[in-house]
């Protein structure tokens, strides 16, 4: 049996960079963008001609917005976010920067409504497990329009900004989720030189380095430009003492025929991690903790130390991640402009995570044990390997028509995706000992993992068409409606262990193959029409669609009754309609955004009351709600983001013990905010609060008093605060307070409610930044 052997984490390995493959192309590709720049007259230059959807960085010398975005990075959104009729969160970096904020998770808590999970069997406790506005997201990230790889955690050094947009979206992205996605635009070269770097010390032992490099250089090419991204990290977890998150990243691309009608880009992204998973904190002594021994007793243990770690310093999460982009664009015309891109990425990850499970120790119903000392918890060790591979080619074409009081913004485009993931199955060699609930100790014995000779594989692949159109009629007037076609084709490939009551007639572990597969057609839409009382506003309403078939959010099928994955079910099926105003004040530089909105999933799996081995596709959830926000510059020196969301999150058709019942994870009432002011003399003060309300762990509403575990997620306020000095144009320096008032809460809990991640307590970081 191969073993995952637990470890002393060692010194990240470098291997090499860049694919050869992918160097080829783009030398291969030199000759042709001389050649396109030689042959294609200047095409002048039209307030409506599009040339480049990713967000160009302004050089250090300009004013810039640091807070607002006025268009999406996509090219299927053609409408300022002003006149686009659907809720969207910009996260610029530069706000990000001021922060702190290094991965996707800490950027998410500046729009309200993200809550994340904590997954269960240490599957997805590291990775960017979202959930939306009543629905899991965790497969609907998306990296320049296209979908990311594995559930991992995203650093976010080489982005330049994450883009949350809200209500199905399948027109947009095919497949996903019905609260919406997220898509992160990665950073690529421009046609100024720009230097910056940062190095940041904190507290836990935190270190972390970034630089971001951007030249255009002459070699013979017109607007050529090289731009390189680096980012080494050494972190501990505040209040987490055994958990490590040490990683590095690298990604260099470059830039042809910038400021011309042909431009092409090629960029690479190599990063690694190498870290010290959390197994999480046992919920035990929490708020509404139920347990059937001790509760009916009226025994309330006392709840465990946040910093306690039930895991083995061996434990160790590997993840490397290597993906490759090459996106070329050419202007037709003035106002038509057609691009292609294609990808191909592969991520890996590698772990030995020690998860904290049910308690022990504690007596009989008939006889209850008050001695806490002697409480034990189960401890599993969990080992998981998973390679995640995709390659992608899309065309769009965006276009500009029209004249007077009929115009049409036009977009759409052709995508080919091939995504494959394979899994396979460790097990536990030997049995794993218990820990002392309230003093674990790291030298216990832990027994290491295998393969079992157990794996699965699946892979998608689909092909798509799409149209969109902005009728614009008059100054006042817009009509947006699109669609999307997508045929998909989801194979599945797997090996299980028989079991005695499973296979009785076959020897315990003998290998039995499952091949499945599913196939079939999704389209998807959007509409909306946008009325404009003044230039700098809008008021709108929208409806769309999105879909998710079997498979499609994890590659994997199944026969069982009660799966979501079983082939030959309708895909679920999200719809969304939406009323907002957008508005833009300041001269541009403010905008205030509302929203009312009701989303509704359906075809979800409901038991048959009478004969409980049937399952139909009757279920139903829906989320009403009001979303507001402000951001971008108040004065010259002040600037804020702030959103709050009021949710009404309910299961409208289920079985009985569900029936009404609030959905997981989604808190009623969430805000988020942040605000600074620049003195004259150099001094930055700023700072922000995020509140969110209480959240159920589970939608049991038969027997919610009796439910194993905690029940809710308190509600708890968070304080940040930043205080920054420019020594000069070109050196600055900058506190982060975490948590001033050093509250404690939970910031995930798993799906079984025996464990949870402690939020983070007070701490702080310095940071040097360096920009010319």
Not at 104 to 125: D, F, H
Not at 268 to 280: E, F, I, T, Y
Not at 592 to 615: C, H, M, Q, W
Not at 661 to 674: D, Y
Request: aromatic content about 8%; glycine content about 10%; hydrophobic content about 35%.
């Amino acid at each position: 049996m191969a073993h995952i052997k637990s470890r002393k984490h060692a010194a990240a390995r470098h291997t090499s960079i860049t694919h050869p493959a992918a160097l080829g192309l783009m030398l291969a590709a030199l000759p042709g963008i001389a050649a396109a720049q030689a042959a294609a007259p200047a095409a002048p230059k039209t307030d409506a001609q599009t040339t480049l959807p990713a967000v160009r960085v302004k050089a250090a010398t300009e004013a810039e917005n640091e807070y607002k975005a006025d268009k999406s990075a996509s090219p299927k959104l053609t409408q300022p976010l002003v006149n686009t009729p659907q809720t969207i969160t910009v996260i610029k970096k530069e706000l990000l920067r001021e922060q702190g904020a290094t991965t996707l998770s800490e950027a998410l808590r500046n729009t309200p409504g993200v809550t994340m999970l904590m997954g269960e069997n240490g599957n997805t406790a590291s990775g960017d497990s979202i959930f939306m506005r009543g629905f899991d997201t965790s497969g609907s990230i998306f990296v320049d329009g296209i979908r990311d790889l594995g559930s991992i955690s995203r650093d976010i050094f080489n982005i330049e900004q994450v883009e949350v947009v809200k209500g199905p979206s399948g027109a947009d992205i095919g497949r996903a989720a019905s609260s919406g996605y997220v898509n992160l635009s990665s950073k690529v070269p421009f046609g100024d030189s720009y230097s910056t770097g940062s190095i940041s010390f904190g507290t836990s032992d935190r270190k972390r380095a970034t630089v971001d490099l951007n030249r255009p250089l002459d070699i013979g090419i017109p607007g050529t430009a090289v731009r390189l991204n680096l980012m080494a990290q050494d972190y501990g977890v505040p209040g987490r003492d055994d958990v490590k998150k040490k990683s590095y990243g690298f990604a260099p691309s470059l830039a042809l025929g910038l400021n011309t009608p042909t431009r092409a880009y090629f960029y690479a992204l190599h990063s690694k991690q190498d870290n010290r998973p959390d197994g999480g904190v046992s919920t035990i002594g929490l708020g509404k903790f139920y347990n059937a021994i001790l509760t009916p007793a009226g025994i309330t243990p006392p709840k465990v130390d946040s910093k306690n770690f039930y895991g083995s310093l061996g434990d160790h999460e590997d993840i490397e991640i290597n993906m490759f982009t090459a996106r070329i664009e050419h202007d037709l015309a003035p106002g038509i402009t057609v691009r292609n891109s294609s990808r191909y990425g592969r991520s890996t990850q590698t772990s030995v995570l020690t998860g904290v499970n049910a308690l022990g120790n504690v007596g009989t119903a008939a006889a209850p044990s008050s001695n806490f000392d002697s409480y034990t918890v189960a401890r599993s060790r969990q080992g998981k390997y998973q390679e995640n591979e995709i390659l992608t080619n899309q065309t769009n074409i965006t276009a500009e028509l029209g004249s007077g009081n009929i115009k049409h913004s036009v977009t759409g485009g052709v995508e080919f995706i091939y995504e494959k993931q394979y899994t396979p199955t460790y097990a536990v060699v030997g049995t794993q000992g218990v820990a002392n609930l309230y003093n674990p100790s790291v030298n216990d014995v832990f027994q290491p993992v295998a393969r079992t000779g157990a794996f699965s594989k699946g892979n998608t692949l689909s092909a798509a068409v799409y149209a969109f159109d902005t009728l614009k009629v008059g100054e006042q007037w817009q009509f947006t409606g699109g669609a999307r076609i997508e045929r998909y084709k989801t194979e599945y490939n797997a090996v299980a262990l028989s079991t005695a009551a499973a296979n009785p007639t076959l020897p315990v572990g003998t290998l039995l193959p499952t091949s499945l597969d599913t196939t079939g057609n999704l389209v998807s839409w959007k509409v909306g029409a946008l009325y404009k009382p003044l230039p700098n506003g809008s008021v709108y309403v929208s409806f769309a669609n999105s879909k998710q078939p079997p498979g499609g959010a994890g590659f994997a099928l199944s026969t069982a009754a009660n799966s979501a994955n079983r082939p030959g079910l309708d895909p679920q099926e999200g719809t969304n309609i939406e009323l907002g105003t957008k508005w833009d004040f300041m001269g541009g530089k403010l905008a205030v955004t509302g929203a009312v909105f009701r989303s509704e999933n359906k075809n979800e799996l409901v038991v048959d009351p009478i004969d409980t081995t049937v399952y139909t596709q009757i279920g139903k959830r829906r989320v009403e709600g009001v979303e507001l926000s402000v951001v971008g510059q108040v004065t010259n020196e002040l600037n804020i983001s702030a959103g709050l969301a009021f949710m009404d999150p309910k299961i409208t058709n289920a079985a009985a013990a569900t029936q009404g019942g609030t959905i997981q994870w989604s808190p009623k009432v969430a805000f988020t905010s942040w605000a600074t002011y620049k003195f004259p003399f150099g001094l930055t003060l700023g700072g922000g609060v995020r509140y969110v309300d209480t959240a159920t762990t589970t939608s049991n509403v038969a027997n919610l008093a009796t439910v194993t575990g905690i029940t809710e997620m308190p509600s708890y306020w968070v304080a940040d605060a930043v205080v920054g000095y420019e020594i000069n144009k070109n050196v600055s320096l900058q506190l982060n307070l975490y948590n001033l008032f050093d509250k404690e809460y939970l910031a995930s809990v798993n799906n079984g409610r025996s464990r949870y991640y402690p939020g983070v307590p007070r701490s702080a970081l310095v940071t040097a930044n360096v920009q010319f």
